[in-house]
């Protein structure tokens, strides 16, 4: 018997959506990353994107446990001498609660080209409403 491996081509990506209210931030970003490269598929090859599309809502609603709220601290860059800044998790949930997920998301894939690709089939929504309805997403048990 011969090892299957998936092909661009045959692949048949769906889309799935999650409601973040209430998730602990790092299992939600595993499971949420696991779909993205296609872990939860019998043809899983990682070479091949063979991920679905994952529906991101609540993001501001997001849970972290112990004292991450206040020490966790994001770094920012400018690219001037001098120019970094940092916020803390508290401040970058008012400003912008999709990077946080984004973050979370993107450093539990691998660090490659189609990783990179992957993550752009990634949607995070502020709050309950999302753009996606008519590819009709079904529930992510998480």
Do not use: C
């Not at 994107?49 to 501001?60: F, K, L, P, Q, S």
């Amino acid at each position: 018997m011969k090892t299957f491996l998936a092909k661009k081509e045959t692949v048949q990506p769906k889309w799935h959506i999650v409601d973040a209210e209430g998730q602990v931030l790092g299992r939600l970003a595993v499971k949420i990353a696991n779909v993205l490269r296609g872990r939860h598929k019998p043809s899983y090859t990682p070479h091949v994107d063979t991920g679905d599309y994952v529906i991101v809502v609540n993001a501001e609603k997001v849970v972290l446990t112990g004292k991450k709220e206040e020490q966790n601290k994001y770094m920012f860059f400018s690219g001037y001498v001098g120019g970094e800044s940092y916020r803390s998790l508290a401040e970058q949930r008012e400003r912008n609660p999709e990077f946080i997920i984004t973050h979370a998301v993107k450093g539990m894939l691998p660090k490659n080209r189609l990783a990179r690709q992957m993550l752009k089939k990634l949607r995070v929504f502020r709050g309950p409403e999302h753009t996606h309805a008519a590819q009709n997403p079904t529930e992510l048990p998480v």
